[in-house]
């Protein structure tokens, strides 16, 4: 059985249970009600009958008052046993019940009887009014129909409510399943419609929908390091063999031999750092799960990446003025992993100091809050605005900096590093005027 099924199955049920207890519970209260109505009925007609013994006028009312359905009256003296009344089996449990509280109702079959000990001038008798309760008969009949046609009812409006609730609330898993059948290696970008509210099927869709990203971005990775690893690949290894066999083709001289063994080694080198890149790129993009986080301080970071960068490349000038840094610890501290953060700011600076011919490079950091901020300035030769969109594509490189080395790996690593620290990277430049990178992290605070 369906789970959608079951949830109606099972809210019809406890429903059921619930309204056939309440109809049952009516039904003994409303009967019970109707009993002690008539067993007053039953006293007022024995204390008339009792007045009418001494009183005329207490007859005539007695005469005149509606009669209860098949009454029947007993006048029993103390002692007399000769009355048809007491002569029923059950009558001497009943007679000892009157003579010990002077008052008794009896029940036998459907007859209802009322017995009340009096004492008049010259002895003591017993005076038992019997009668048959048929206006209960026909409450309760007309009750009984008002309660199962109720509950008929609504029974059927629960039925189709269950059925109608249980639909709605398995919408988005039906979603879910629809989507799911739709998608394949050549539609991943598909995704869940997101469901409002915050219950669990809008955790649901949100957490499928995060593990779409996370399959995209492997899929996305591993075909982009399939079809363009190529490509990087052909320019080093081609420039290697050309070199090897120009030096093979005929005798040459030992600085030829050396030039040719420099110019393998460089594209070598080449070739290494190009395979060390793209895999770190498909690395970062697809193993979220293995990254260590800790709580660390970017203001330590940054002097760490500046110092670094600095011996590295000695010509760059890299600005961090100390005195502008927040004070508080509290202010400077994410959680992150220092080794991937590092690698993505560094790959930041290095390219403010590369590509404005290692003119200073500014960098900032502030605190705002539930955030905090880097911002890295340079005066480069910026971006064209026509092609700002791009820049975070794997292997795309503006159109003003092929005069420049690299493979357009390390701003797109660089994104996907702060993304998985749940940051943010927005990027504003002017071509020939320099660019600001600014990043975002979620203060460990907040």
Known sequence: MRIQNKIALLLLLATTTILVSLAAFVYIFVSKDTSVSFDQRLSYRAHLLHRSLT?????????????????????????????????????????????????AYWQNNEVFYVGEVYNGENENYIIVVSAVDEYQKAYLSSLEKVLVIGLAIALLFLFALAVIFSRSVFVPVHNITEQVKKMGTGNMHVRLPKAKGK??????????????????????????????????????????????ELALDRERSVEQYQDALNVILAEAERLRDLTFNLLRLAKAQYVNQEVQMAPLRLDELLWDIKRTQERIYPKSKIEFPGDELPTEENEVSILGNVSLLHLAISNIVVNGSKYSHYQPVKVQLVSLGKYIEITIRDTGVGIPDEELSKIFDPYFRASNTYNFAGFGIGLPLSANIIRMHKGEIAINSAEGKGTEVVVRFPALKA
């Open 55 to 103: 009183d005329s006028i207490s007859r005539n009312n007695f005469q005149k008052d509606e009669k209860l359905p098949q009454e029947r009256n007993y006048i029993v003296k103390l002692g007399e046993d000769s009355v048809e009344f007491v002569k029923n089996k059950w009558a001497e449990s009943f007679r000892k019940t009157i003579l010990s509280n002077s008052h």
């Open 199 to 244: 219950d669990e099927m809008a955790n649901l869709t949100g957490t499928f929908n995060d593990m779409l990203d996370r399959m995209e971005t492997a899929f996305e990775a591993q075909k982009n390091f399939v079809s363009h690893a190529s490509h990087e690949f052909n320019t080093p290894l081609t420039t290697i063999i050309g070199e090897a």
